[in-house]
């Protein structure tokens, strides 16, 4: 199938293939903090400047979640596969609490966080061996910003769990033009349509219903770079539309606001995300002939 086709109404359709996708590896790393068992702590944010993806964060104002969640059958080396590969599921996890700072607060208890109301007793639910503990840093969106583990253990001296801007690295190797380019059209309307997506740029399935932002960028300097340079696609753009499209399965690209058209020298780049996917690798990126 090819990857447009012109309706007979006169709009354009650009549908988004497996074929089309780029082609992204990427591993992620992630610190772990020994802490007491059955004893307190505070979780520290304060040095959480920029996300997994290198963009600024304000920790006072941006972080605006702390959740932990606890897999009790999956060890640290297993959850960052699960990570790697978006293979978890809702049954790996068999613990939960959240924590929403108020004000400028860049700073937890452990005994702070909460589920419905009803706050961690460290004591019985901060030990040794019950499982792998994962502390996460999330946007008012939902977007992941980083994320830490801790481990209890008996004995440990005293410590802070620190979130900073090395808590979690995002390694990644890629090639923007591996799959074949999308054509653009003119016409009344330009929809793009990503409801064939099966896999992603590793190769893992996709999640549809997951996607939920859209990207539409131009760019004026060389493939290479922009491969050497791929978390900063958003600030190195000279034409940049970011839409949510969470709920969607296609969208028409003359809604977005400023765009008239692929004008302008340059590549053209779609890229389709998961803001709440804990790998904040996006699931499409397509060129643009």
Same mark, same amino acid.
């Given at each position: 199938?090819?990857?447009?086709?012109?309706?007979?109404?006169?709009?354009?359709?650009?549908?988004?293939?497996?074929?089309?996708?780029?082609?992204?590896?990427?591993?992620?790393?992630?610190?772990?903090?020994?802490?007491?068992?059955?004893?307190?702590?505070?979780?520290?944010?304060?040095?959480?400047?920029?996300?997994?993806?290198?963009?600024?964060?304000?920790?006072?104002?941006?972080?605006?979640?702390?959740?932990?969640?606890?897999?009790?059958n999956l060890t640290q080396e297993?959850?960052?596969?699960?990570?790697?590969?978006?293979?978890?599921?809702?049954?790996?996890?068999?613990?939960?609490?959240?924590?929403?700072?108020?004000?400028?607060?860049?700073s937890a208890m452990l005994s702070?966080?909460?589920?419905?109301?009803?706050?961690?007793?460290?004591?019985?639910?901060?030990? &040794? %061996?019950? $499982? =792998?503990? /994962?502390?996460?840093?999330?946007?008012?969106?939902?977007?992941?910003? *980083?994320?830490? +583990?801790?481990?209890?253990?008996?004995?440990?001296?005293?410590?802070?769990?620190?979130?900073?801007?090395?808590?979690?690295?995002?390694?990644?190797?890629?090639?923007?033009?591996?799959?074949?380019?999308?054509?653009?059209?003119?016409?009344?309307?330009?929809?793009?349509?990503?409801?064939?997506?099966?896999?992603?740029?590793?190769?893992?399935?996709?999640?549809?219903?997951?996607?939920?932002?859209?990207?539409?960028?131009?760019?004026?300097?060389?493939?290479?770079?922009?491969?050497?340079?791929?978390?900063?696609?958003?600030?190195?753009?000279?034409?940049?539309?970011?839409?949510?499209?969470?709920?969607?399965?296609?969208?028409?690209?003359?809604?977005?606001?400023?765009?008239?058209?692929? &004008? %302008?020298? $340059? =590549?053209? /780049?779609?890229?389709?995300?998961?803001?709440?996917?804990?790998?904040? *690798?996006?699931? +499409?990126?397509?060129?643009?002939?």
């Open positions: 199938m090819l990857p447009f086709f012109l309706a007979c109404t006169g709009s354009v359709e650009i549908i988004l293939q497996d074929e089309n996708n780029f082609d992204f590896q990427s591993n992620i790393i992630a610190d772990s903090i020994v802490i007491p068992a059955e004893e307190d702590a505070l979780v520290d944010w304060s040095g959480l400047t920029a996300d997994i993806l290198s963009a600024t964060v304000d920790p006072a104002t941006e972080v605006d979640e702390l959740s932990i969640v606890r897999f009790a297993e959850v960052i596969d699960g990570i790697n590969n978006e293979t978890l599921k809702q049954s790996d996890l068999t613990g939960f609490v959240a924590y929403s700072p108020e004000g400028n607060e860049t702070e966080f909460s589920i419905s109301g009803t706050s961690v007793d460290v004591e019985e639910e901060i030990q &040794e %061996g019950i $499982g =792998t503990f /994962l502390i996460s840093g999330t946007k008012e969106d939902g977007e992941y910003i *980083s994320f830490v +583990f801790f481990e209890p253990t008996n004995g440990a001296e005293p410590s802070t769990v620190m979130l900073t801007d090395e808590s979690a690295l995002l390694e990644f190797d890629l090639d923007l033009d591996a799959g074949s380019p999308l054509t653009p059209l003119t016409g009344e309307q330009t929809v793009v349509t990503w409801s064939q997506l099966t896999t992603n740029g590793a190769g893992n399935p996709v999640v549809l219903s997951n996607i939920d932002r859209l990207m539409l960028a131009r760019y004026t300097m060389d493939l290479s770079e922009l491969e050497q340079r791929f978390l900063e696609l958003e600030d190195l753009a000279d034409e940049l539309y970011i839409v949510d499209v969470a709920g969607l399965g296609s969208y028409d690209l003359m809604e977005l606001e400023g765009f008239s058209g692929f &004008e %302008g020298e $340059g =590549t053209w /780049l779609v890229a389709m995300r998961c803001s709440s996917c804990v790998n904040p *690798s996006p699931q +499409f990126v397509g060129l643009f002939e």
